[in-house]
């Protein structure tokens, strides 16, 4: 039986480091990938322990990287804060880490962001600056901010900018 548990054990640690190697992972999401694969608790702890150890799952740095990934797409800070408590980052690790994304990103604006991705829209629509924006595009641009998670009021300031 020991030589049988050794060989499970193997086995959750090659399909954890394949996993890995694929793509980063949280914690939580490793674990639930291990007990999707039907490993038991016993087998996926020790190996979630060992990586842990040697930083190969490090929710932070997952977290960091990930604000890097939503940023470039346009997401506010609510819904990517979102996205990482389903994939099982908490506060306790995510707000610290947004903090240090913010030293190293001074100039990050969800204004701004959100300011960029109307004039997408326009663009997308043919708008040219300055013409103005008809009702049926500026509900586009509205439902687009709100899918990224933008606050109501920062949309209604956005929908007022394009007024001027």
Request: glycine share 4%; aromatic share 10%.
């Amino acid at each position: 039986m020991p030589v049988e548990n050794e060989k499970r054990r193997r086995a959750c640690e090659e399909a954890a480091a394949r996993k890995l190697a694929a793509r980063a992972m949280t914690e939580y999401e490793l674990r639930q990938f291990l007990r999707r694969k039907q490993f038991l608790p016993e087998e996926t702890e020790p190996v979630i322990r060992m990586l842990l150890e040697y930083h190969y799952l490090d929710d932070r740095r997952y977290a960091m990287e990930f604000f890097e990934y939503a940023f470039r797409k346009r997401w506010s800070r609510v819904r990517t804060l979102g996205e990482l408590r389903k994939r099982g980052v908490g506060p306790e690790v995510s707000e610290p880490a947004f903090l240090d994304y913010l030293d190293d990103h001074p100039a990050f604006s969800e204004r701004e962001m959100a300011r960029q991705e109307a004039e997408t829209v326009l663009r997308m629509a043919d708008l040219e600056p300055g013409d103005p924006v008809p009702d049926r595009i500026r509900g586009r641009v509205a439902r687009r901010l709100a899918a990224r998670g933008y606050s109501s009021g920062l949309i209604y300031d956005i929908l007022r900018d394009l007024e001027d």
